[in-house]
């Protein structure tokens, strides 16, 4: 039985050093392609007519004067007379035409009667929308609530939320598809699932699994939108086709992917939570309500972290999900997870400013609760508040951290947070060729979590030769199947099957040299760039001179990782927080000062990717948590901000200065790689919100934090009334 | 975008020689940076783009004792790296430093800031400047107003006037230079800019067939300026509220003001109260406050939107605090 473990730490040459992606070059320098830029022969532009209205039926579709405009190739309807479009955006009718500006116009062609409907696009207010678009769902208790407030010293009740989101990816969703003959198809898409998206295209199109080839070098972000076909998918192939297969272009415009192409589900909650003198926690109560499309959203695990058996003894929470005519929620970077950290961390914080005591301090008192990873906390906790000089820097809410003016306060706040993780299925294979050249290929992809760079790394490490020597192959759905990229899963599956594959073929070079040697495969390790008896390592056969051993014929060997599969890899990871923010009172606009995270991911394959990985999270982070908002309209029922200039992200001027830390060493890296993309974008919006009800002494409901709810919150406390009724 | 026919003027008599007697039929084409996505967007959807960036007697900048004198083509990176500009015009200086973007510093033009359409997103989705559904109902009223007009909004015209330089301009009692098919006219800065009553006009003075051609500041000695805008962000941002401020101070006294406010009403406003309430005063935080608190005394905010009546408040005091240094 080969001996898959990770070497120890002492062994180590590339797994957990800090290496630059292998792929950044080519990023930065623009030579990396993405599917956005795939421009075929002959290529064709199809675009899409969407829904203006948020709830019609279509009465008639004439398109005959879009048909006869000159460079126009193809008009598809999608959804004809009698469909009912349940929000704005959605899909009506697909144009093909020489140029992108034909096909716009020829949209504007298409002649369509509606019959419209009453819509409802809001749902914060949640007393207006109409009873028929709510649903409560199963109220949860622990405990007994009723009695553990009547015990408590101290409660605070506050209100906390945040509105929808979307995904905002760069490259928007969307593929090129030609068909090379009457039943084979290539696909050159923008998808987290380059296994996956090529087997529901075939079916679509009933033709075999293995007519479709799915190529994607480079993706320009997905964060959870991009699992999947899509219609937009289907209809490009399918127009591609009307077309004599020729390739066509579909990619969303700005405005349709900030509309349809995937949102974070809006989620609001009114909570009480209640503590004895000392600070233990013993009560929560939360009535919350949010929506993520027609469907409305499934019930969140309220109270954060705190929601088992081991959690806070005392909860009751009620939820009410709300179908909106917006269009269908997609997985957003941690699902659920920044909306319930949000307002379980937000609720903690004004807790322990009720209780006129450090969060930081009534963390730790509780820290217990958060079992099983309460020891990860508890170091990350100090570990954070070394960063940010916590005890130099923080001050009670409303003092004014170090550095207040007059008009600018200062503040510090601080968040947890969890997520799963752990290896997906995965699979690759390695070859050993007798040149001594080594490659790897897997269907998988690079969704920015360094695929690329931590298959090298494995395979390199595990071989004992230099990185330059391993060719990695990535992106084609004719490489060993592995899974779709999302959870958090990737890294965690794909270092794990290429260390079984890499080991495997090493074996078997092994036994082809162990003559050579005079000894037993078993007694021999690869390093340095050599073959060498472990016991004799002086005894030794340099890495090419090995591999020429095997004469004609390379060795390629199979790597399987199992999802579930504990050996290798495992699940679940603690991280914290602390934001460090300045609000000027006079504007209600929140600067970011410096932001601190302290992150778990297991066993780090690369210091610097995994570092990075953190950055990006934070961005975003600091993004959702000031600026961005999807503003639908009652009135139109469209969205209002369907454009990089409303819907606001932050620059680089924006973020203020980052420090990350990643939890290494015992208790880190015997768990194996676990997961990393999304577990630091659970904690920005708590520990931004908390920063700045630590500045001004109250609390800004909602995110974003925008100048108009920072000078309402700030009115509100003049006035002698505050969010959180202490 | 529908197609049109595009026209390169190299004279300032051939293009408007080009442009239409109605509004919609041609526009003009300097920068870029707003009219392209106007027609990628359908809101505007010319038959003739006439292109005025070949006109040499529309560049350049010109400083002399009597004054500063910008071409309608000088780019807003131009007059950034412009230190006498920075030295002599702060006000003006600090409005383009706004614009934190490279590009569209780059390409977009003065002129063309002065003649940019409004922000307003109803417009932008094709709803008319004066945003009404197709049942004529007006959209703002009632829909999400928060970065529309607090002041100036009691007609139907409720976006705001998105000019970058407009307060600036009025502060220093600039004139524009247009010129039109019968020559050339002066029009003083703050009777540029209009509220159009219907969609067949535009937001400001000119005749369909005028262009901008010269910026014309007169000399800014002994005179305090500066711009405060409230963003929210440093990365290219609209202003949620702006203040430009000229002051003339004898001793600490201020013996005479001129304040202008943007992104606060159809039009750039120039505040007589806001400058009454401070002349014959020493400028300090309270009669800053109390100047502030003059130009916005007037505000009428709509459903969502009273936050912007603070921040143009916020904004002219501090525009006099950073003049009065």
Not at chain 1, 76 to 87: A, D, F, H, R, T
Not at chain 2, 136 to 144: C, Q, T, W
Request: charged share 20%.
């Amino acid at each position: 039985m080969a001996d898959y473990k990770w070497p120890e730490a002492e062994k180590r040459k590339y797994i957990g050093k800090r290496i630059s992606r292998v792929d950044g070059p080519l990023k930065v320098s623009g030579k990396a392609k993405y599917a956005y830029d795939t421009n075929r022969p002959g290529l064709l532009h199809g675009k899409i007519l969407h829904a203006p209205f948020a709830n019609a039926k279509i009465l008639s579709i004439d398109t005959s004067a879009a048909e006869k405009m000159p460079g126009v190739r193809v008009v598809k309807i999608v959804q004809g007379p009698g469909s009912v479009l349940q929000w704005a955006g959605d899909e009506i009718a697909v144009v093909v035409a020489v140029d992108e500006a034909t096909a716009k116009d020829a949209l504007r062609a298409i002649k369509i009667e509606y019959e419209r409907m009453p819509h409802v696009v809001n749902d914060e207010d949640l007393a207006a929308v109409p009873t028929d678009n709510k649903r409560p769902t199963a109220e949860r208790t622990q405990g007994e609530p009723d009695k553990a407030f009547t015990e408590a010293d101290v409660t605070a009740e506050g209100y906390y939320g945040n509105a929808i989101i979307t995904h905002c990816c760069l490259e928007s969703h969307g593929q090129t598809i030609e068909w090379t003959d009457a039943n084979n198809v290539l696909i050159h898409p923008s998808t987290q699932g380059v296994s996956v998206i090529g087997n529901d295209l075939a079916k679509a199109l009933e033709i075999p699994a293995g007519n479709v080839n799915l190529k994607m070098d480079f993706i320009g972000g997905g964060f959870g939108s991009k699992f999947a076909i899509d219609r937009w998918g289907v209809e490009c192939a399918k127009v591609s086709k009307m077309a004599e297969g020729k390739p066509v272009k579909l990619h969303l415009e700005r405005d349709a992917e900030l509309t349809i192409a995937g949102s974070r589900p809006s989620m609001y909650a009114k909570v009480k939570v209640g503590a004895k003198k000392d600070g233990t926690l013993t009560a929560w109560q939360s009535e919350a309500w949010g929506t993520g499309g027609v469907a409305g959203m499934g019930a969140p695990a309220l109270p954060y972290m705190l929601n088992f058996q081991s959690g806070v003894p005392n909860y009751r929470t009620k939820y009410t999900s709300v179908s909106t005519n917006t269009a269908p929620q997609r997985a957003w970077r941690a699902p659920s997870h920044p909306q319930l950290a949000l307002i379980t961390m937000g609720a903690l914080e004004d807790l322990a400013a009720a209780l006129k005591m450090d969060p930081i301090e009534f963390l730790r008192k509780n820290i217990n609760l958060f079992a099983p990873r309460a020891e990860i906390y508890s170091q990350e906790l100090d570990k954070a508040a070394e960063l940010a000089n916590w005890k130099a820097n923080w001050r009670p809410r409303g003092e004014g951290a170090p550095g207040s003016t007059k008009t600018v306060k200062r503040g510090l706040g601080v968040s947890m947070h969890t997520w799963g993780g752990g290896g997906n299925a995965s699979n690759c294979d390695v070859t050993i060729y007798p040149d001594g050249s080594v490659d790897i290929k897997s269907g998988t992809q690079d969704l920015g979590v360094g695929t690329i760079t931590v298959l090298n790394i494995v395979v390199a490490e595990t071989m004992g030769i230099p990185m330059e020597w391993v060719k990695v192959f990535i992106g084609s759905n004719r490489y060993p199947a592995s899974s779709a990229s999302g959870g958090s899963t990737t890294v965690g599956g794909i270092s794990s099957a290429s260390r079984r594959g890499s080991v495997d073929a090493l074996n078997q070079l092994f036994a082809k040299v162990a003559p050579t040697l005079g000894v037993k495969p078993e007694e021999l390790e690869a390093a340095d760039g050599k073959i060498r008896v472990i016991a004799n390592p002086s005894k030794s056969i340099a890495w090419k001179e090995a591999c020429a051993k095997l004469g004609s014929q390379p060795i390629t060997v199979r790597g399987e990782h199992k999802a579930g599969n504990r050996e290798l890899s495992s699940s679940g990871v603690g991280g914290v927080q602390i934001a460090d923010v300045s609000v000027d009172i006079e504007t209600g606009i929140v600067k970011m000062n410096n932001f601190y995270a302290v992150q778990d991911c297991g066993l780090v394959m690369d210091l610097k990717t995994a570092e990075s990985q953190v950055f990006g999270a934070m961005i975003m982070g600091v993004t959702y948590s000031l600026y961005e908002e999807r503003i639908m309209d009652n009135a139109t029922g469209r969205v209002l901000n369907p454009n990089m200039e409303f819907y606001k992200l932050a620059g680089a001027m924006d973020i203020g200065n980052f420090k990350v830390h990643m939890m290494t060493g015992k208790g880190y890296d015997e768990r194996g790689p676990v997961g990393l993309g999304e577990p630091p974008t659970n904690s920005p919006g708590a520990a931004i919100s908390n920063a700045v009800a630590n500045a001004i002494g109250v609390r800004v409901p909602t995110l974003p934090l925008t100048p108009d709810k920072v000078l309402a919150a700030l009115a509100n406390k003049k006035g002698g009334s505050s969010n959180a009724k202490i | 975008m529908q197609k049109f026919e595009y026209a390169n003027a190299t004279t300032i008599q051939q293009a408007v020689a080009l442009l239409g007697n109605t509004w919609g039929e041609a526009e003009v084409l300097a920068g870029g940076t707003d009219l392209l996505a106007l027609m990628k967007d359908y809101v505007v959807a010319p038959k003739r783009l006439v292109n005025i960036k070949d006109i040499k007697e529309l560049k350049g900048i010109t400083m002399t004792a009597n004054g500063l004198r910008l071409g309608s083509l000088v780019t807003f990176e131009e007059v950034l790296d412009n230190a006498a500009i920075k030295r002599s015009y702060p006000a003006i200086w600090q409005a383009v430093a706004g614009v934190t973007s490279p590009q569209i510093r780059n390409m977009g033009t003065v002129g063309g800031d002065l003649c940019q359409r409004p922000r307003c997103w109803y417009y932008r989705a094709g709803y008319g400047i004066l945003a009404k559904d197709e049942n004529g109902k007006a959209l703002v009223p009632d829909g999400d107003n928060r970065y529309h007009a607090i002041l100036g909004n009691e007609g139907e015209a409720k976006y705001v006037n998105p000019s970058s330089l407009a307060p600036a301009l009025i502060s220093l009692m600039a004139k524009i230079k247009v010129a039109g098919p019968k020559g050339s006219r002066e029009i003083a800065a703050d009777q540029f800019f209009v509220t159009p009553k219907s969609d067949n006009e535009r937001e400001y003075a000119l005749a369909p067939n005028e262009i901008v051609t010269d910026i014309l500041i007169p000399s800014a000695s002994g005179v305090k300026t500066a711009t405060y805008e409230v963003r929210q962000r440093e990365v290219l941002d609209w202003p949620l509220a702006t203040a430009s401020v000229a002051l003339k101070l004898d001793g600490k006294t201020v013996k005479s003001a001129k304040i202008a406010l943007g992104h606060v009403a159809p039009v750039p406003v120039d505040s007589d109260a806001a400058a009454k309430a401070l002349v014959g005063k020493a400028v300090t935080e309270d009669t800053a406050e109390a100047a502030g608190a003059a130009a916005v005394a007037n505000a009428r905010a709509l459903s969502r939107n009273a936050y912007k009546i603070q921040l143009a408040k916020v904004a002219v005091k501090r525009a006099i605090l950073q003049a009065a240094g």
